[in-house]
């Protein structure tokens, strides 16, 4: 079992719809929680970042952590075009990864948002 | 700010041959880079940590020797994939870190990657 499952996908909604993007993992010492986003041909870049378990909202987006269920969750709401875009799942059991920078990522899910 | 950049975008080469892979942080100083790598299809993978003006730090089952790190500036990575193969065909992606964030441990910055052929 690999430690972090992501859904490739593709994922296609219309605009407007909420989006749902999921990871499982197995590690019970992760304790940092990201999501990047990664636009064609560019590196990803941090969309959200949790310690532990909860729910942390920046404007569209929500993600969620249930450490007693190894699931992590990113949520869009009115999804726009500019979303599309590959979202990748992030932890570590140290912060972004300690010292020697370890995140363990996800395979992505590429998200279409069609207008 | 935090502008992480790589170069060449895209290589094709020859098997038995050596590519030579930049990172530059553009607009901040990073002691520590990351070199990770993907697969098609699958997940990003940390292949070493590399710090400035010592040895890189490698992940089991990454071969230093067929991998060169240096770290020669606060700038500036380079990863030489030496007598390359068409199994080392893969996305190379840096990231580093910012020296003068606050924290212990602050984000990775990606680079846009780059695409490695060998044929």
């Known amino acids: 079992q690999k430690e972090v499952e992501q859904d490739p996908g593709p994922l296609s909604v219309p605009e407007g719809a909420i989006v749902s993007l999921n990871c499982t993992y197995s590690n019970s010492a992760f304790q940092y929680f990201m999501w990047y986003r990664q636009y064609s041909r560019k590196g990803p870049e941090l969309l959200m970042y949790?310690?532990?378990?909860g729910n942390k909202e920046d404007g569209r987006f929500t993600a969620q952590v249930d450490k007693s269920s190894k699931y992590i969750s990113l949520f869009i709401r009115d999804s726009q075009p500019s979303d599309s875009a590959t979202y990748l799942c992030a932890m570590s059991a140290r912060k972004y990864g300690g010292s020697q920078g370890n995140l363990i990522f996800g395979k992505g899910t590429k998200l279409s948002v069609k207008p | 700010g935090a502008v992480v950049s790589q170069h060449p975008s895209w290589v094709i080469c020859k098997s038995g041959t050596s590519v030579k892979i930049e990172c530059r942080s553009l607009?901040?100083?990073?002691?520590?880079m990351f070199w990770y790598r993907q697969f098609p299809k699958q997940s990003l993978m940390l292949m070493a940590t590399s710090n400035e003006g010592s040895k890189a730090t490698y992940e089991q089952g990454v071969e230093k020797d067929k991998f060169l790190i240096n770290h020669a500036s606060l700038t500036l990575s380079t990863l030489t994939v030496t007598s390359a193969h068409p199994e080392d065909s893969s996305f190379y992606i840096c990231?580093?870190?910012?020296?003068?964030?606050?924290?212990?441990?602050?984000?990775?910055?990606f680079g846009p990657g780059t695409r490695l052929t060998v044929l």
């Open positions: 607009d901040f100083q990073a002691t520590t």
């Open positions: 949790t310690y532990s378990s």
């Open positions: 990231s580093a870190r910012d020296l003068l964030l606050a924290g212990a441990y602050n984000e990775q910055f």
